[in-house]
């Protein structure tokens, strides 16, 4: 049902200190960066590692990134999960009592839905179904293609 973890989304206060840290620090490569002005955030993708990681800043007082870290503090925000079929997850979900939230999506790309942190893994999921070409491209080109 889960084929992998596909990103983790960190919410930060300060994108351009933490993008100089994860390349210094860490040798992370970096993948797009985008302003999304409807969520209220700016992001920057990075390959570090195996792994795909989404630095997020609030660009309000009022966004859904400044009210978690007013919450939790700075950190994991939500974890994105690929899965072959959304629509047949999302029912499994129903039945397990989960509730899941249509998702933005990019025709064509992808589709998703959001599933809040009462689900066994205490975190907002992000579960996502790649669509056409995307199924079978690396990370970074799906990156580059939703937020380059």
């Known amino acids: ?4 973890v596909d990103h ?9 200190e933490t993008k100089k840290r ?3 620090q860490l040798g992370a490569t970096f993948i797009a960066e985008k ?16 792994n795909t990681f989404s630095f997020m800043e609030s660009t309000s007082p009022e966004g859904f990134v ?3 870290i007013e919450r939790y503090g700075e950190g994991p925000q939500h974890m994105g999960l690929e899965v072959d079929d959304l629509d047949a997850f999302t029912a499994h979900l129903a039945q397990k009592g989960l509730k899941a939230a249509k998702g933005p999506e990019a025709p064509g790309v992808r589709r998703e839905v959001l599933v809040g942190p009462k689900n066994p893994l205490g975190i907002i999921l992000q579960v996502m179904e790649w669509q056409g070409e995307y199924k079978r491209a ?7 293609k939703v937020w380059g």
């Open 1 to 4: 049902m889960i084929k992998r």
């Open 8 to 16: 983790i989304g960190i919410a930060v206060r300060n994108l351009e």
């Open 22 to 24: 994860l390349q210094v």
């Open 35 to 50: 302003e999304n002005p409807e969520g209220q955030y700016r992001v920057a993708i990075f390959q570090i590692g195996e």
């Open 66 to 68: 400044a009210k978690h």
């Open 138 to 144: 690396t990370p970074q080109e799906r990156m580059k």
